[in-house]
């Protein structure tokens, strides 16, 4: 699977955060620590806030926390706000496609379905973990 730069992003940004949960950090601190462009973290950032994934707190010393519990938000939580995911729906009449085509989607809809519940399955804690 091939993340769009966005995603990556909130990916890094997510991890950053929950690795010390109670600190704040400055977007310009993420984006050194992982080779990201402030700017697009910025706009990154900001929809994980709208998400409730993380605050966000003004001025100085400001910067940004974990908002959600990352034993429970998991990653499919993060890459779905980003990316297209979703299994397609299989049109099983074939619309004129051919048996091959039927297959074909139907294989490609299995491995969208498993991808998804893998996703979902790890949570951002069990991810750090993992990273140790």
């Known amino acids: 699977m091939k993340l769009q730069q966005a995603t990556r992003c909130a990916l890094f940004a997510v991890f950053e955060l929950a ?3 109670g ?4 977007a310009a601190e993420i984006a050194d620590a992982y080779g990201l ?3 697009h ?3 990154v950032l900001r929809e994980l806030s709208r998400a409730k994934v993380i605050k966000s707190v003004r001025g100085a010393g400001g910067g ?5 519990n990352p034993k ?6 993060i890459i779905s706000r980003f990316e297209d995911i979703h299994p397609e729906e299989t049109d099983e009449t074939g619309g004129g496609a051919t048996e091959g085509a039927r297959a074909l ?3 490609l809809s ?3 379905a498993i991808t998804q519940s893998t996703l979902k399955s790890i949570s951002v804690a069990t991810f750090l973990k993992l990273g140790r």
């Open 105 to 107: 989607q139907r294989v």
């Open 19 to 21: 690795r010390e949960p």
């Open 41 to 43: 973290l910025a706009k």
């Open 110 to 112: 299995e491995i969208d």
């Open 23 to 26: 600190r704040q950090v400055a």
């Open 64 to 68: 940004y926390t974990l908002a959600a």
């Open 37 to 39: 462009s402030v700017n």
């Open 72 to 77: 429970r938000l998991t990653l499919y939580d």
